[in-house]
């Protein structure tokens, strides 16, 4: 995995983690095709699992196994 892509409260971030494993360099304004693609699969796997959202606790033993591999793949879950 390469880039990791955070958003929250409006912020958007995206990371090399290749060339940024600190996450210290924020690219969406650099990248903004790459940031632009991370954000429409983020909204789509939200799509697909409505029920996942920040302010709930998201119960792993539950999700579709293809949203849990997208997420690990994102480096969202370990």
């Known amino acids: 995995m390469r880039?990791?892509?955070i958003t929250f409260a409006k912020r958007k971030m995206l990371f090399d983690l290749n060339n940024d494993p600190r996450e210290r360099k924020n690219l969406v304004k650099?990248?903004?095709?790459?940031?632009?693609?991370?954000?429409?699969?983020?909204?789509?796997l939200l799509q697909r699992q409505p029920e996942v959202s920040s302010e709930k606790e998201l119960n792993m033993g539950t999700q579709d196994p293809e949203i849990l591999k997208n997420l690990k793949d994102l480096g969202y879950i370990q």
Do not use: D, E, F, S
């Open 30 to 44: 650099t990248l903004p095709v790459t940031a632009g693609y991370y954000r429409q699969l983020m909204q789509m």
């Open 3 to 5: 880039y990791k892509y």
